[in-house]
């Protein structure tokens, strides 16, 4: 059955950044399941189609030593090489062919690597408050709206931040906070900063592309049902715009931490996972960590740890599809998209395909509604832009699904099916540590 639903798109921005999201939706884009936890720093190098292509051959040469060189190189070339890689050679012996496989899957895992690492923003030259955004923005692609003077002086830090905890650094100086129900994705709304507000870099911790701050604690107390008190901390978790994770969880066992006057800090809780929601069209999300209530009444925690487990977007591809050719399809990285049927249905025509993932994981479980978000669209013979009308899931498997859309199309010939989709998904664990929070 088909459900009618009503996109909204952000187009561009100053630097380029083209976001789009769904509506009313809580969960957003997100990456093979390669573990990207801390990636090794490279030297980059310019990488050359030929030189990849003779390394390719020389994975089949006669000596044994060569095919060894051949596949080390490629490796060593980095992420750049997976574009010049052919997928497989029927010339290839069983050894070259599994040195290829061996070559791709190292690259590959270095690319996931490199996307799942966070941004690092040196401030050291910026003397004001448009310098410091103007670096913020060149590294992360996010625009800044606000009213504030821009030659407002700003001391910078030569030392490399993440995209948080530079951006805080600068509101803190510039007496400026974050506007949350204004901007658009990719854009940070900013407003005045209120006299009782607490510093906001003194309020965060910091880990990979997420801000998390506390931002109340409520203790309660039942005294004929002493199993219902409890101690609920309400926290705000940001993420760096443009990274929009899906399926964030918390693992309830890895939550740990202490009182100010030594008492243990224990979670309170069945469930195994805390699931928190994440929406493209937002970059934060407020979730609740509940424990056990102290016997004693400490004046804070002094240190509460755990982890971050999430599902991180790898690059973005806009794949086409030619509408009159039924079996087309396009694969890109660890994602394919394939047409398979197009045909009237009443005054319109109902457009399916399907898009397999390999090693899909938990992008495809619970946490799939990143493929119902990605834009789908048809461009006609003229190049004019032609949204979807609502659409239904008609197959779902392990590894993929299978999606009807409809459409009012005038004629097929020259028409693309457009779907615009991360190529992977990237399995992120970071740590986080929130110390000295106020009891109440």
């Given at each position: 059955m088909f459900q009618t639903i009503k996109p909204v798109f952000r187009f561009a921005s100053a630097r380029g950044c083209c976001m789009l999201a769904a509506a009313g939706l809580c969960f957003a884009f997100a990456t093979p399941i390669a573990v990207a936890q801390s990636p090794v720093e490279e030297t980059a190098r310019l990488v050359d189609q030929e030189e990849v292509g003779d390394l390719v051959d020389r994975l089949d040469a006669r000596k044994a030593a060569d095919r060894a060189s051949a596949e080390r190189t490629l490796i060593e070339m980095g992420a750049e090489a997976l574009k010049y890689l052919p997928d497989s050679r029927s010339?290839?012996?069983?050894?070259?062919?599994?040195?290829?496989?061996?070559?791709?899957?190292?690259?590959?895992?270095?690319?996931?690597?490199?996307?799942?690492?966070?941004?690092?923003?040196?401030?050291?030259?910026?003397?004001?408050?448009?310098?410091?955004?103007?670096?913020?923005?060149?590294?992360?692609?996010?625009?800044?709206?606000?009213?504030?003077?821009?030659?407002?002086?700003?001391?910078?830090?030569?030392?490399?931040?993440?995209?948080?905890?530079?951006?805080?650094?600068?509101?803190?100086?510039?007496?400026?906070?974050?506007?949350?129900?204004?901007?658009?994705?990719?854009?940070?709304?900013?407003?005045?900063?209120?006299?009782?507000?607490p510093s906001r870099v003194n309020s965060a911790a910091y880990s990979g592309v997420y801000r998390l701050e506390t931002l109340s604690v409520t203790a309660r107390r039942v005294l004929n049902r002493p199993e219902q008190s409890g101690l609920n901390l309400s926290i705000e978790m940001s993420w760096q715009p443009g990274q929009t994770p899906i399926g964030i969880t918390i693992p309830v066992v890895e939550l740990s931490g202490e009182f100010e006057d030594g008492q243990e800090l224990k979670p309170q809780t069945t469930e195994k996972t805390i699931d928190i929601a994440a929406n493209a069209a937002m970059s934060s999300s407020e979730f609740f960590l509940p424990f056990e209530l102290p016997v004693e009444t400490p004046s804070a925690i002094r240190t509460l740890r755990g982890s971050i487990e999430s599902l991180l977007p790898g690059d973005r591809h806009v794949y086409q599809l030619d509408l009159t050719k039924v079996g087309d399809e396009k694969k890109v990285e660890s994602v394919?998209?394939?047409?398979?049927?197009?045909?009237?249905?009443?005054?319109?025509?109902?457009?399916?395909?399907?898009?397999?993932?390999?090693?899909?994981?938990?992008?495809?479980?619970?946490?799939?509604?990143?493929?119902?978000?990605?834009?789908?669209?048809?461009?006609?013979?003229?190049?004019?832009?032609?949204?979807?009308?609502?659409?239904?899931?008609?197959?779902?498997?392990?590894?993929?699904?299978?999606?009807?859309?409809?459409?009012?199309?005038?004629?097929?010939?020259?028409?693309?099916?457009?779907?615009?989709?991360?190529?992977?998904?990237?399995?992120?664990?970071?740590?986080?540590?929130?110390?000295?929070?106020?009891?109440?």
């Open positions: 010339d290839f012996s069983i050894e070259a062919s599994e040195r290829l496989s061996r070559v791709r899957a190292a690259l590959q895992a270095k690319k996931t690597a490199t996307q799942a690492k966070p941004v690092r923003i040196v401030l050291g030259d910026a003397g004001t408050l448009g310098e410091a955004l103007e670096i913020i923005s060149r590294e992360s692609e996010v625009e800044f709206e606000h009213n504030a003077d821009e030659s407002t002086p700003f001391q910078a830090s030569s030392a490399p931040l993440s995209f948080w905890n530079a951006l805080d650094s600068v509101l803190d100086q510039c007496d400026l906070d974050i506007n949350a129900y204004a901007g658009e994705p990719g854009t940070i709304a900013l407003m005045p900063r209120r006299e009782e507000r394919a998209v394939k047409l398979e049927r197009v045909v009237p249905n009443g005054e319109l025509y109902e457009i399916r395909f399907g898009v397999t993932i390999e090693d899909a994981g938990r992008s495809l479980e619970s946490h799939r509604q990143w493929i119902f978000q990605n834009p789908v669209y048809v461009l006609d013979g003229d190049g004019n832009r032609i949204e979807n009308l609502g659409y239904e899931l008609f197959r779902q498997t392990k590894s993929g699904v299978g999606l009807g859309y409809l459409f009012e199309l005038d004629q097929l010939d020259g028409a693309r099916l457009v779907y615009e989709s991360p190529t992977s998904v990237i399995r992120n664990v970071v740590p986080f540590v929130l110390q000295d929070i106020a009891m109440p």
